[in-house]
């Protein structure tokens, strides 16, 4: 199997949305989604199977921190080393764009997130209480 990672395209957005859907508590909507390709400072890449989207990630600039907005694999992809390649993806553009700190929320039972941003040298500073929808708090983690 190919696996490519690309610059986003609005073409990708149906498959990121049903992504989103399925994985993701509070889903951004499509229109969210096209807005954010449109914004200043957005680094948002996709992961290509052949031709499936498979992944993706965004983050936000501002000054010299990223704001990770969104970070998924496709459900029948995940635990298979994926992940860790589209965060390798994530740092080497937040390198290129000198980005000294990178941040996050991520619910406190998602364990399978948390560990992959403590793979990558993340910690929590903070936590924001019932943050989302189902209650759970959120943690703030952070690599600096
Ligand atoms: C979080 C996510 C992007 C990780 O991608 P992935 O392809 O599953 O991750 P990888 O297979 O590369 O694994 C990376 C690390 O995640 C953790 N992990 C992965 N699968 C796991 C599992 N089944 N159980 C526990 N931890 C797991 C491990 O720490 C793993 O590191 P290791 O392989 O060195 O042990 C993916 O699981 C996902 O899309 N989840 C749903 C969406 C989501 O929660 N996004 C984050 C919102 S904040």
């Keep these: 199997m190919e696996i490519n990672i690309v610059n986003v395209q609005e073409n990708y957005i149906d498959d990121i949305f049903n992504i989103e859907q399925s994985e993701i508590i ?3 909507s ?3 989604l096209l807005g954010l390709i449109r914004q200043q400072f957005i680094i948002f890449r996709v992961m290509l199977k052949d031709d499936e989207v498979i992944g993706y990630y965004s983050f936000q600039k ?3 921190e990223g704001y990770i907005n969104n970070i998924a694999i496709k459900r029948e992809y995940q635990s298979q080393g994926l992940g860790t390649k589209l ?3 994530l740092i080497e553009r937040a390198e290129k764009f000198e980005v000294k700190a990178l941040t996050l929320e991520v619910g406190k039972n998602n364990n399978k997130a948390i560990g ?3 793979k990558f040298g993340f910690k929590v500073e903070g936590v924001r209480k019932n ?4 209650s759970e708090d959120a943690l703030i983690m952070w690599k600096r």
């Design 131 to 134: 943050y989302y929808k189902n």
């Design 26 to 28: 509070v889903p951004w």
């Design 30 to 32: 499509k229109e969210s």
């Design 87 to 89: 965060f390798e993806d």
């Design 62 to 64: 501002i000054c010299d």
């Design 116 to 118: 992959l941003y403590e």
